[in-house]
């Protein structure tokens, strides 16, 4: 069985120098859970490493399996049926990507000794609001802002007088900023609590009320996990990278991001301690608000971060490449240099599928423009299809020329769907 070939719970991720040959039955095998576009930069950097790699999703052709070795199309939140992929496919490490999964599954696989990334309770804490802000609040100890939970509309009614307007809702699972309104007035609460509720990754009853912070800037810090040069565990922490939501869901994200001595320790000081707690193996994603000279941590990722994608331009090894190290068990020395580079998103303007896309010519005209279409099959109004990625002297011009880039390109959509062709093992 594939657990005695590996690391057990209490070891986490073992320390490698040496890395086998996909396919032949001595590379690490490396299982996707959830295949986008982040799955799939992880997907290649680990594939560049050696790895095998299997990408599993709720759907056909997601851009990880576009790039596998092997894929699978399956319901992550079906206990039984992830369990019993896990044993046909035998994987080294289980890295989840997105939030529909069976998590308590995933605890009860790692106590039987597969390895899950960072580590199954750290996934189940970070996939589950109240958890992560229970942790941060109560073990961590970092500044959060004031917060509730409810069950149903009236207690949400009540919630909100009691934190005061305007304040966010949000579902208890989701990422990206679905399921979440910003509430501004007590007629607002109901269709708020319908949003959260209803339109999270997983529709729950349960969601979180949070005050809302008039804050300066909203920041990731990017937290690796891993070990160093010599096999001891280290943490890194990079550089800021600042990002912009002008609805909820990211918009654009730019690196470096420069803060007063005090404020930059006191984000590090907070990105470490939630991860301290959290533990495994691997990048996180801790977001904070910026207010002043004061912190707030908001929330943490156990994967790869959509802000993050701007490492594809600003650091040479991108948050990607960082997590396919620390997940395979080998060694990195940080953090590196970052040079100024910004992210914007390419969004789908309309629902249809087979998206094609012009204007690329234009995109790509201007020096330190690169273009990441991620091949998603479906498109539907606002979701991210690409992002263009630009370096610049500085953060401002990149950010200028990722947007105008990014608003060059165009998606066109057919509105019938295509009939796609089934996984393959």
């Not at 295949?35 to 490493?49: D, N, P, T, V, Y």
């Not at 909820?248 to 001595?261: A, K």
Request: one cysteine or more; a negative charge.
């Amino acid at each position: 069985m594939r657990p005695s070939m590996t690391a057990s719970q209490t070891s986490g991720v073992p320390f490698r120098d040496r890395i086998g040959t996909p396919l032949v039955g001595n590379a690490p095998r490396v299982m996707l859970l959830g295949s986008g576009e982040l799955g799939r930069e992880i997907a290649i950097e680990a594939m560049r490493l050696g790895a095998e790699v299997i990408a599993v999703d709720r759907y056909a052709n997601a851009p990880a399996m576009q790039v596998a070795h092997r894929h699978h199309v399956l319901a992550m939140t079906d206990a039984a049926a992830l369990r019993q992929l896990v044993h046909r496919e035998q994987p080294d490490v289980l890295v989840p990507e997105i939030e529909q999964i069976a998590t308590d599954e995933l605890v009860r696989l790692e106590e039987e000794g597969w390895t899950v990334i960072p580590r199954a309770e750290a996934t189940r804490t970070t996939m589950d609001r109240e958890r992560i802000r229970r942790l941060a609040a109560e073990r961590a100890k970092v500044r959060t802002s004031r917060f509730a939970f409810v069950d149903d509309v009236n207690s949400a009614q009540r919630a909100a007088r009691e934190i005061g307007f305007p304040c966010l809702f949000k579902a208890m699972m989701s990422s990206s900023g679905h399921g979440m309104t910003l509430v501004r007035d007590p007629e607002g609460v109901v269709a708020a609590y319908a949003e959260a509720s209803e339109h999270g990754r997983v529709p729950s009853p349960r969601v979180m009320l949070e005050e809302f912070i008039p804050f300066d800037r909203e920041v990731t810090m990017l937290t690796l996990r891993h070990y160093g040069p010599r096999g001891e565990v280290a943490t890194t922490v990079m550089a800021p990278v600042a990002h912009a939501r002008p609805g909820t869901l990211y918009h654009e994200s730019w690196q470096p991001e420069p803060f007063p001595e005090e404020v930059e320790a006191a984000l590090r000081s907070t990105a470490t301690a939630v991860t301290d707690q959290l533990g495994g193996w691997g990048i996180f994603g801790v977001e904070c608000f910026v207010r002043g000279t004061t912190v707030y941590f908001s929330e943490v990722s156990p994967r790869p971060h959509d802000t993050g994608l701007v490492t594809l331009g600003s650091q040479w090894n991108s948050e990607f490449a960082l997590h396919a190290r620390a997940i395979l068990g080998l060694p990195y020395s940080g953090p590196e240099p970052t040079v100024p580079a910004a992210a914007h998103v390419i969004l789908g303007s309309e629902a249809g599928w087979s998206p094609s896309f012009g204007g690329l010519s234009t995109a790509l005209a201007v020096p330190g423009v690169r273009v990441f279409l991620f091949g998603k099959p479906e498109a539907y109004r606002d979701r991210r299809l690409g992002v263009a990625v630009a370096r610049a002297e500085s953060t401002s011009v990149a950010r200028s020329l990722a947007e105008a880039a990014a608003h060059r390109i165009e998606a066109e959509l057919r509105i019938d769907s295509p009939k796609a062709p089934g996984p393959h093992a």
